[in-house]
């Protein structure tokens, strides 16, 4: 028989264990590199966890206490019990208001938490979801897999088996609560969303929908801090599923060549996309209490789609079709990294890198020189018109692809022609990549916080730069 002891013992610890799994929470520190002390972080569990497509439990780590105010004027403990009842694992970190927990230096603990959730050694947890995870400040919920637009199958036609479209989304995160209408930020993955044949089940599986976020892909891939910092500049941010529905690689026109579009998205479906996706904004910053100011911030293919919004021109086939139609698709300003802006360029210059496009372009789109106008239709260079297309900051690296560089150089002098105000973040790394330094950040978010001072129109239908 045990003894007294034992049977108090044992009851003690069965009485620890349930507590602790009934609270799913656990305490530790973690090294900032922000701050180069440590945080105190806890981790609390859902009771009703959302889990990805792997099993992988989608997580928000939750950044509190800060060094300085925050927009949204809910408690910390709200917005979290808020976020556990959405069904997020929640990891709170605490920066007892330090004073380097500010912008930008603070995108150097979004940037290290990104890597180490996507290996899978963040606070000594492994099973987070590479794709439903995010960093947020305090204050700010957010709005995830809000749906806006229907993808249409024939127009990449890949995989043969996907015949009924599946929903485009995106995920918008927002000061809840706020003392003030803030701007948001908008941009489009360069993680291209698809929907998947499995050959051993025999049947179409969500595998790879709503990768929009996958972190080795994007924030973890590329160190991209710049979305998830904006809120400690005030503003919100919103990231939407690429507009090319297929992987990167594939589609292809009814009936034609495998892989016609490999390494590029075609319109007027791309078009049609971007800017449902802004109508859909705009209208659901409504419900979230945005201001209806909207900014692009666009990389790689991301750029490439995102371009698509800046420009004045109107193309009836872009823009009847999607969702929110009542609603205006004009944008504020953009921040446009290395992408693809005019396609009548790209053989200007030989062997400058985009191989994939002098060869295949044609098969979609017929020759060149017999097809001018439909290939400039798939550019946004085309549909800068005048000088009301929305202000553009470029940002590119001298050593990236060469055609990278012709594309930017040609369309800011476009632009520059039209004066539309356009300004140049250049070698602020190498190669292909985005913006992480300090001084290189923070000139983005400078440049977006001038969208504070452009209004809309009386009617609330148009969106002009204040003269």
């Known amino acids: 028989m045990p003894s007294i002891f034992l049977k108090n013992l044992l009851a003690g610890t069965f009485l620890l264990v349930s507590i602790s799994l009934a609270a799913q929470q656990s305490n530790g520190l973690w090294k900032s590199k922000a701050t180069g002390g440590q945080i105190n972080f806890t981790i609390n569990d859902s009771p009703s966890p959302i889990k990805d497509f792997n ?18 004027r809910n408690s910390n403990e709200e917005d979290v019990d808020w976020l556990l009842s959405q069904g997020y694992r929640v990891i709170e970190l605490d920066y007892e208001n330090h004073e380097d927990a500010v912008s930008p230096k603070i995108n150097k603990d979004i940037i290290a938490i990104n ?97 929009r976020t996958f972190l080795p892909y994007t924030f973890a891939g590329f160190d991209d801090s710049f979305l998830e910092g904006a809120p400690a500049r005030g503003m919100a941010w919103a990231i939407a599923d690429h507009p090319k529905y297929c992987p990167w690689g594939s589609g292809k026109p009814k009936d034609g060549r495998n892989d016609t579009y490999k390494s590029y998205m075609t319109n007027p479906d791309g078009a049609q996309k971007v800017k449902s996706a802004i109508r859909t904004l705009r209208a659901k910053g409504v419900e979230l209490g945005l201001s ?50 005019d396609y009548t360029l790209i053989y200007k210059v030989k062997d400058d890198g985009d191989g994939n496009l002098e060869s295949r372009c044609p098969w979609a789109w017929g020759p060149l020189e017999d097809n001018f106008e439909k290939w400039q239709s798939m ?12 202000p553009v900051l470029f940002f590119y690296n001298s050593d990236d692809e060469p055609y990278y ?54 009617n609330g239908k148009s969106f002009r730069r204040k003269n």
């Open 405 to 458: 560089q012709e594309q930017i150089i040609h369309f800011k002098e476009k632009l520059d022609k039209l004066s539309v105000p356009t300004s140049i973040l250049k070698n602020y790394g190498t190669g292909h990549s985005v913006p992480k330094t300090e001084t290189s950040l923070n000139k983005l978010y400078t440049f977006f916080l001038n969208l504070q001072v452009i209004e809309p129109q009386e």
């Open 115 to 211: 890597d180490a959730i996507a290996e899978g050694t963040f606070c000594g947890v492994k099973n987070y979801s590479l794709t439903q995870s995010f960093v947020l400040f305090e204050g700010y919920r957010i709005a995830w897999n809000v749906p806006y637009f229907k993808d249409d199958p024939t127009v990449y036609n890949t995989p043969e088996h996907y015949t009924e479209g599946d929903s485009l989304r995106m995920d918008i995160i927002y000061p809840a609560n706020a003392m003030v209408k803030v701007p948001v930020i908008l941009s489009f993955s360069y993680s291209n969303s698809y929907a998947t044949y499995d050959e051993d089940k025999g049947k179409l599986t969500d595998a790879n929908k709503n990768k």
């Open 292 to 341: 209806g100011k909207i900014g692009i911030y666009g990389f790689s293919r991301g750029s490439t789609a995102g371009s698509m919004a800046i420009g004045d021109r109107s193309v009836f086939a872009f823009e009847k079709a999607g969702f929110h139609l009542g609603v205006s698709d004009e944008v504020q300003a953009a921040a446009l990294g290395p992408g693809v802006f």
């Open 55 to 72: 099993g992988k439990y989608a997580t928000i780590v939750y950044l509190e206490n800060l060094g300085f105010k925050k927009v949204g």
């Open 379 to 390: 550019g946004a260079a085309y549909l800068a018109e005048t000088e009301n297309t929305a």
